[in-house]
């Protein structure tokens, strides 16, 4: 049983790629049998013991010249390159986009504390740029808060 279940397995693979390699063979006819073991068994020739055969006619041959299928094929690799290229690209932009959407939430917060300190107690002390501290008076502190709205309804939305 297993011989003939082997050999029509090794049959059909190398018919149907006689089939697709060589297409002018592949419009030619078959033979249909059944073995020992109920196995369909493809053919170019006629078993040798008489076993009646049924003819099956083989696939027909390729709609397209190679030529275009090849044209085809890289005109399907470029479409494919180009649908890669875009996700990648789209990727980053979105990498971009969310990552200035944090840097917004983050000056929103920085903002929001800044205006917290800044409507807390008038004798306070307040770092500047270069590290030093100094006391504001109300219009500078008014000034700050100010500006600390202006960047919270910017950035806080």
Same mark, same amino acid.
């Given at each position: 049983m297993?011989?003939g279940f082997?050999?029509?397995?090794?049959?059909?693979p190398?018919?149907?790629?006689?089939?697709?390699?060589?297409?002018?063979? &592949?419009?030619?006819? !078959?033979?249909l049998w059944?073995?020992?073991?109920?196995?369909?068994v !493809?053919s170019?020739? @006629?078993? =040798?013991?008489?076993?009646?055969t =049924?003819r099956?006619k083989?696939?027909?041959?390729?709609?397209e010249?190679p030529e275009? @299928?090849? *044209?085809?094929l %890289?005109? #399907?690799?470029q479409?494919? &390159?180009?649908?890669? +290229?875009? $996700?990648?690209?789209? $990727?980053? *932009?979105n &990498? +971009?986009? @969310?990552?200035a @959407? &944090?840097?917004?939430e #983050?000056?929103c917060?920085?903002?929001r504390?800044?205006?917290q =300190?800044?409507?807390?107690?008038p004798?306070?002390?307040?770092?500047?740029s270069?590290?030093? !501290?100094?006391?504001w008076?109300e219009? %500078?502190r008014?000034? %700050?808060?100010? +500006?600390?709205e *202006? /960047? /919270?309804? =910017?950035?806080c $939305?």
């Amino acid at each position: 049983m297993s011989q003939g279940f082997s050999l029509s397995r090794l049959l059909f693979p190398l018919l149907l790629g006689l089939a697709i390699a060589l297409p002018a063979y &592949a419009a030619k006819d !078959y033979h249909l049998w059944y073995d020992e073991n109920g196995q369909a068994v !493809y053919s170019q020739f @006629a078993p =040798e013991d008489g076993t009646p055969t =049924e003819r099956v006619k083989g696939p027909p041959p390729p709609a397209e010249s190679p030529e275009a @299928a090849q *044209k085809r094929l %890289q005109e #399907q690799k470029q479409r494919s &390159a180009d649908f890669f +290229e875009d $996700k990648d690209l789209a $990727k980053e *932009k979105n &990498a +971009e986009v @969310a990552s200035a @959407a &944090a840097q917004n939430e #983050q000056r929103c917060e920085a903002a929001r504390r800044n205006l917290q =300190e800044l409507t807390g107690p008038p004798n306070r002390l307040y770092r500047k740029s270069d590290g030093t !501290y100094e006391r504001w008076d109300e219009t %500078q502190r008014e000034q %700050q808060r100010k +500006e600390m709205e *202006k /960047i /919270i309804a =910017e950035s806080c $939305k």
